[in-house]
Structure formats: C-alpha cells, structure tokens
C-alpha cells in the first residue's frame, strides 16, 4: 500500500465529515460525520504505522475505544433528546436555554 494515496484518500473523508458537520442540522448525520472523521484518522495512522512502524496501529485501538464509547454515550444523549423534544434537527432543540 502506497502512503501518497492513503493519505489522499484520508484527507478526503476527513474533509467530507467537516463538510457534514459545519453543514447539516441532524443531529444523527453530525453524529456519523464524526464517525467517518474519526476513520479518516484510523486510516491515516495505519497508513503511518506501514511507514513508521507499528505505534500507529496501537493507536488505532485507542481510537476505536473512544469512538465506541462516544457512539454509546451520543446515542443515548440523542434518544433522551428525542423522547423530550420529538426531534433531532439541531435548530429546534434549545434545552439549555434559560
């Protein structure tokens, strides 16, 4: 596997998932934008770790930890906001307004 077009391919989903999330309003598409940057990052530090050496794979593992557990905790916060609001559109939730 080649670093140049590894890379490429990362920085394209990575900009994708920006794209998404400065874009959208749904709540569910931001949460899965954030998932598919998170990616581009696992796919940057294999392709690194092919180069480097083996950290990058390491790291890869701590990624997948913290997505799982933001996947478990972001679902759970979404479902709680839908149960309230009967929504997920960003625009329409303003819990935290006084």
Known sequence: MLLGPSLAVSAVLFALGVAGVLLRRNAI????CVELMLNAVNLTFVALAQQLGVAGQIFVFFVMA????????GLAI???IY???????????NLLKG
């Not at 598409?29 to 899965?32: A, E, L």
């Not at 913290?66 to 905790?73: L, N, S, T």
């Open 29 to 32: 598409v931001i949460f899965m």
């Open 66 to 73: 913290v997505a799982a557990a933001e996947a478990a905790v």
């Open 83 to 93: 149960r309230h609001r009967q929504t997920v559109n960003l625009q329409d939730i």
């Open 78 to 80: 979404m479902l709680a």
